[in-house]
């Protein structure tokens, strides 16, 4: 009976480990091919309807305080000033809102340019959600390094510009700005702030930002010098 005994535990613990041994020779190929999956890099398209574009590689880093890396979990973009209603939206939030896409150049003055796909919140769908009063005629943005520059309310509507959180079909890497930068076509680069953080709608169109108050051209066009008023 003792020897039954025996037995019968030492066959059931064989069956087990022979259970364990099979179910981890079946799992561990599908754990290896999510980890694989997970640690798969993003691919940055490289032309878009028939035009070359550039890299993400392509860009300077030339921002005031080096590259900043902002938590999606604790982020807040704030839109206030002259609005009916003051918001504050989150990362997830602002991930649900339309997207749209454009094809657009910056041009930097220290010379070089990238053309790039970009993909983000229309500013005029922000906007509704806070209603600007009829004086405000103007749009500070304010960057989470401390960097700030501004832009007509008329050109943020006429151009249609958008806040992007994607360039050429991938996430905005953090030196490009991430969660957001200003996608500000015909304008010089230095208006095209990135980790955006606050829109402050005001009227005062005279308001100058970190290079604007060194000198640079307030109004920013690339059609004009970069320098003046």
């Not at 150049?105 to 500013?123: F, K, M, N, R, Y």
């Not at 401390?146 to 509507?157: E, I, K, M, P, W």
């Amino acid at each position: 009976m003792i020897a039954d005994g025996l037995f019968s535990r030492r066959k059931t613990l064989f069956l087990l480990t022979l259970a364990a041994v099979t179910l981890s020779v079946l799992w561990w190929p599908i754990v290896a091919a999510q980890a694989q999956s997970d640690n798969v890099q993003p691919v940055e398209i490289e032309d878009y309807q028939g035009e070359k574009l550039g890299s993400v590689d392509d860009f300077r880093e030339n921002s005031i305080k080096g590259v900043q890396r902002i938590d999606p979990e604790v982020y807040w973009l704030r839109i206030d000033g002259l609005v009916e209603q003051t918001r504050s939206l989150t990362y997830e939030t602002l991930q649900e809102m339309n997207h749209t896409k454009k094809l657009v150049t910056i041009h930097c003055v220290e010379g070089w340019s990238v053309t790039a796909l970009w993909e983000g919140i229309p500013l005029s769908d922000l906007f509704a959600q806070v209603s600007p009063t009829a004086t405000a005629n103007t749009v500070i943005f304010h960057a989470h390094d401390g960097y700030t520059t501004s832009l007509s309310l008329d050109t943020v509507f006429e151009r249609n510009l958008i806040i992007a959180d994607r360039i050429n079909g991938i996430p905005l890497p953090p030196e490009r700005g991430f969660p957001f930068q200003l996608v500000a076509e015909d304008k010089w680069g230095y208006k095209w702030v990135k980790w955006i953080t606050r829109i402050e709608l005001s009227d005062d169109p005279n308001y100058r930002g970190f290079w604007e108050s060194r000198g640079y051209s307030n109004d920013g066009d690339t059609s004009g010098s970069m320098f003046g008023p």
